[in-house]
């Protein structure tokens, strides 16, 4: 039952990113976006492993919240808080594991990266004089960062994968949107973000999960 929902998953995330039709109606687009996300919500739910409830719980909190964001993509402001709510609750997810501090070089990457992304998106915002987005889109950046950072204290590679794709679709849609428009954009960003997704169920479901897939 468990492949049932992970072939409908990726059945569904491959035909919304490469074979829907362009001349959809763009309401019928999201829908299609959505059902991937359904498939994925169902197979961690049904099948999350009950040693690890707390973890489990947020993260299937947080992909109902990121679904929420894809539905609302029309309406950036509602968008991004969905977004941002759903990347709370996976960074609470987190907080719910052991954790073991990576390499200081590692951390110290992290914050250079966050200073360049920070600084060029941002930039680009404020040369139109937009403050109050260019502050909302740098505290969004920095719950992603954020939880990219605390990703990296779990050792998990599910889920350091996971955030890396999620924190890959943010990045492609934030430049899209306020740097420069990018060609084939539906599967540059839905592609990582999917992917995200279901390894972040993969992460919760029995015989998918965390205990044995550590990185030391």
Same mark, same amino acid.
């Given at each position: 039952?468990?492949?049932?929902?992970?072939?409908?998953?990726?059945?569904?995330?491959?035909?919304?990113?490469?074979?829907?039709? =362009?001349?959809?109606?763009?309401?019928?687009?999201?829908?299609?976006?959505?059902?991937?996300?359904?498939?994925?919500?169902?197979?961690?739910?049904?099948?999350?492993?009950?040693?690890?409830?707390?973890?489990?719980?947020?993260?299937?909190?947080?992909?109902?919240?990121?679904?929420?964001?894809?539905?609302?993509?029309?309406?950036?402001?509602?968008?991004?808080?969905?977004?941002?709510?759903?990347?709370?609750?996976? #960074?609470?997810?987190?907080?719910?594991?052991?954790?073991?501090?990576?390499?200081?070089?590692?951390?110290?990457?992290?914050?250079?990266?966050?200073?360049?992304?920070?600084?060029?998106?941002?930039?680009?915002?404020?040369?139109?004089? #937009?403050?109050? =987005?260019?502050?909302?889109?740098?505290?969004?950046?920095?719950?992603? #960062?954020?939880?990219?950072?605390?990703?990296?204290?779990?050792?998990?590679?599910?889920?350091?994968?996971?955030?890396?794709?999620?924190?890959?679709?943010?990045?492609?849609?934030?430049?899209?949107?306020?740097?420069?428009? =990018?060609?084939?954009?539906?599967?540059?960003?839905?592609?990582?973000?999917?992917?995200?997704? =279901?390894?972040?169920?993969?992460?919760?479901?029995?015989?998918?999960?965390?205990?044995?897939?550590? #990185?030391?």
């Amino acid at each position: 039952m468990k492949t049932f929902y992970i072939i409908g998953a990726i059945a569904s995330a491959m035909y919304a990113v490469h074979f829907m039709p =362009l001349d959809e109606a763009y309401f019928i687009k999201q829908i299609f976006k959505v059902i991937p996300m359904l498939f994925i919500i169902l197979l961690a739910y049904r099948f999350h492993d009950l040693r690890q409830e707390s973890y489990s719980r947020s993260v299937i909190v947080a992909l109902i919240l990121i679904t929420c964001g894809t539905a609302t993509l029309p309406y950036l402001v509602f968008s991004l808080m969905f977004f941002a709510a759903g990347q709370l609750y996976f #960074l609470r997810a987190f907080f719910t594991m052991p954790w073991k501090t990576p390499h200081k070089s590692l951390l110290i990457a992290l914050v250079m990266v966050a200073a360049i992304i920070i600084g060029w998106v941002v930039g680009n915002i404020m040369k139109d004089h #937009l403050y109050m =987005l260019s502050l909302v889109i740098s505290l969004y950046i920095a719950i992603t #960062l954020t939880m990219l950072w605390a990703s990296f204290h779990t050792r998990q590679w599910m889920i350091i994968t996971a955030t890396l794709s999620f924190a890959t679709a943010n990045l492609l849609f934030a430049i899209n949107n306020f740097i420069t428009p =990018l060609s084939n954009l539906n599967a540059l960003i839905m592609t990582p973000y999917y992917c995200a997704a =279901l390894l972040f169920s993969l992460s919760i479901v029995s015989y998918f999960g965390l205990p044995n897939k550590v #990185l030391e």
